[in-house]
């Protein structure tokens, strides 16, 4: 594959991952006041795509067991955890700005720290750019959601370390390179084979309380959408064009969940979320023109 065709389906791939990420933070919000528990959307997001990942499960060779592991870990069982977890503690609007707007100053630092990368001029003006527009809707957004909790603190610190995961999982994809379609299977298998036994036994549900509704929404979004073809499209994304390149493409989502909260939740979009919605599509810009590496991690 050449390097300009590969470039642009990568894009491709962003293009739509970011789609299905600004349709999670959309759902969310719009059922965060809704029956089922974080432990319930996690069974159901891990659940529902185990079931998809085992009829693909003949066509693909699994990773080895740490590889599995550790992509469950970061980019499956630990992410959605923290997530939903701060789902419930902190508003999804801070979800949107701190989830995808952390992912490329994690990625960048972990990628420095870990592999000893340290970002170039053109990346360091992309985050610089990013910065800008994440802080001018961060600041539209805090300052309309008036004081603070502790409970909301803690529920933005799990939102963090949510990104954090999430950045340490991107950098294994380029660490231990698989299909997109074994990542997606190894990585919901595995996540489910951690999680549901432990969920069924011992931890708080709602389930059998929530309106069919409720439940058909969830588990067609997060265990299909999210987490199975998100999934996919992601790693092919990384693939192509490495992963800090696409940290920073992701950084798109907050005002472009801004955005679409006009028509979809009747929100108003303020100035300075749209000042923020141009800085960070002009740092992403910036740092999609950027090569990726040739070598295969990030």
Excluded at 151 to 168: K, Y
Excluded at 217 to 230: E, H, N, T
Aim: hydrophobic share 55%.
């Amino acid at each position: 594959m050449n390097e300009p065709h590969s470039t642009r389906i990568g894009l491709i791939a962003v293009f739509f991952t970011i789609c299905i990420w600004t349709g999670f933070i959309l759902v969310t919000r719009y059922g965060g006041k809704g029956v089922l528990t974080g432990w319930d959307v996690t069974a159901l997001r891990f659940g529902v795509g185990a079931l998809i990942a085992l009829v693909f499960l003949p066509r693909v060779t699994l990773p080895p067991i740490k590889v599995i592991l550790l992509f469950s870990v970061f980019g499956g069982l630990g992410y959605a955890i923290a997530v939903y977890l701060a789902f419930r503690m902190a508003p999804a609007a801070h979800a949107a700005i701190l989830l995808p707007g952390a992912l490329p100053f994690a990625t960048a630092a972990i990628a420095w720290l870990w592999l000893r990368q340290e970002p170039s001029h053109a990346q360091k003006h992309a985050l610089l750019l990013v910065f800008i527009g994440i802080t001018l809707t961060a600041a539209d957004t805090f300052y309309h959601g008036a004081h603070l909790t502790g409970m909301q603190i803690l529920g933005d610190l799990l939102f963090l370390c949510g990104s954090s995961l999430w950045a340490v999982f991107t950098l294994l994809l380029r660490r231990f390179p698989t299909p997109p379609l074994t990542t997606a299977v190894s990585t919901t298998l595995g996540s489910a084979i951690l999680f549901l036994p432990v969920w069924w036994l011992f931890l708080p549900s709602t389930l059998h309380q929530a309106p069919i509704s409720e439940i058909a929404m969830q588990a067609i979004y997060q265990g299909i959408l999210v987490v199975f073809v998100a999934m996919m499209l992601y790693t092919f994304a990384v693939s192509c064009l490495g992963g800090q390149t696409v940290a920073l493409l992701m950084a798109i989502v907050p005002g472009l969940s801004a955005l679409a909260a006009v028509p979809v939740l009747g929100e108003p979009l303020s100035l300075l979320t749209m000042a923020g919605l141009v800085a960070v599509t002009m740092g992403a810009v910036v740092g999609a023109r950027q090569k990726p590496l040739r070598r295969s991690r990030d």
